[in-house]
């Protein structure tokens, strides 16, 4: 067969994820695993114990297309208590097969042929490709280096009459940085009195430190107004092979992001959002998580202060930059190679996380591991 005219790849730039690549690389070579973004840690015996008693009753065949019910409810009940936010659980909350999901469906149904769409990089590698099979254009604004802070002049410069939608994400994957009430008043200004629509990804709302709020679109009516938070629980139950996530919206966004849900899922696993919804309830078990991580993020950074590496603040996620231009001139995808094979730690690059290959001599650092494998992987990059 020859399929020469057959095949015109709807993405013809998309290849092998980073951290495919990278993980992949840290198993042949038996390195430290710090490169792609999940817990080492066993998750709660509870939720495992949960999820069994409801397969077990017989919850095993499709849930409701947007979502187990109370589960809905209880995602609307943790809105109202930590943002003082309503979202009506029967036509404004969706429950999705993990972030991933959300994201395609916000982005599929907002964008038509032509529309314009914002992106902030570095960005999560799932924005861009499903701007672009909506046959959407992507303008993008990058965080300024080194504080990754986001240049709104520059982000109010790209908007013109096709923008559709901006997106954001806080606390930030890849950076760790987080969005400020300045921020978020900003693009309240901009957007305000305009067709434009906001995706807000806040998959790290629990991940945040030293006692920072996290500045969710919730806090802000106008703004939430025209708003998709999108969360995951992956993230905050430390269960990423779950792929359960969620998202909450006015009723008139929400219903044209559910006629594509249907049409991608239908309906996410059922005996997981019924145990999910039952271990919502008990709120210890997500407000435990900044002082959790920030616990490892501290043991991992203080290591590493010791180290020729030079660390940046990392205020949210899992994550933690380390700027390595004292130590080589490398490129980050050279230097993150050589460092996994020849040291034996991985981690990824932040350059593939921007379209053009910005290269600013970081790396990504996951420290959603164990005390153990932190130590060790800190000790070695001492000795770099
Ligand atoms: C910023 C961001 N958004 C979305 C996702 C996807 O989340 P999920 O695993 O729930 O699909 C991730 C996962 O790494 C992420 O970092």
């Not at 909350?93 to 982005?107: D, L, P, R, Y």
Request: glycine share 6%; proline share 5%.
């Amino acid at each position: 067969m020859n399929y020469n005219g057959l095949i015109m790849s709807r993405l013809p730039h998309a290849g092998t994820s980073i951290f495919a690549v990278m993980s992949g690389l840290a198993n042949e070579v038996g390195a430290i695993n710090l490169s792609q973004g999940f817990p080492d840690f066993p998750i709660s015996m509870e939720l495992v114990d949960l999820v069994n008693h409801y397969m077990h009753k017989g919850f095993n065949q499709y849930a409701p297309m947007p979502g187990v019910l109370a589960l809905r409810e209880a995602i609307a009940e943790k809105a109202s208590d930590t943002f003082g936010i309503t979202y009506d659980p029967q036509t404004e909350i969706t429950v999705t097969a993990g972030a991933t999901e959300a994201i395609f469906c916000v982005i599929t149904a907002m964008i038509h042929p032509g529309d314009e769409a914002i992106i902030i990089e570095p960005a999560y590698d799932s924005y861009a490709p499903a701007v672009e099979l909506s046959g959407g254009v992507v303008r993008y604004s990058s965080l300024q280096v080194p504080s990754y802070t986001i240049n709104w002049p520059e982000v109010r410069s790209l908007i013109n009459n096709r923008t559709k939608l901006i997106m954001i994400n806080t606390p930030h994957n890849p950076t760790g940085s987080v969005l400020l009430a300045t921020d978020l008043a900003e693009l309240d200004r901009i957007t305000r009195g305009t067709n434009i629509t906001v995706m807000s990804d806040e998959v790290y709302e629990h991940l945040i430190f030293e006692g920072i709020r996290h500045e969710s679109v919730c806090y802000y009516p106008e703004l939430a107004s025209r708003s998709f938070v999108i969360g995951s629980f992956g993230k905050t139950f430390h269960t990423t092979g779950w792929k359960t996530g969620f998202i909450m919206a006015p009723a008139v966004l929400m219903a044209e992001v559910r006629k594509v849900h249907q049409f991608v899922v239908f309906a996410s696993n059922t005996p997981i959002q019924h145990a999910v919804a039952d271990y919502l309830k008990e709120k210890e078990n997500y407000l435990q998580l900044p002082a959790f991580y920030q616990q490892k993020r501290d043991l991992f950074a203080g290591l590493v202060k010791e180290s020729r590496f030079r660390v940046i603040p990392s205020y949210g996620t899992y994550f933690q930059l380390l700027d390595y231009s004292a130590i080589s001139d490398e490129k980050e995808m050279d230097f993150a190679v050589r460092i996994t094979r020849e040291f034996g730690v991985a981690s990824v690059p932040v350059s593939p996380f921007y379209h053009d290959k910005q290269d600013h001599k970081v790396l990504r650092f996951c420290f959603a591991k164990t005390e153990e494998t932190l130590i060790k992987a800190a000790e070695i990059l001492c000795t770099i």
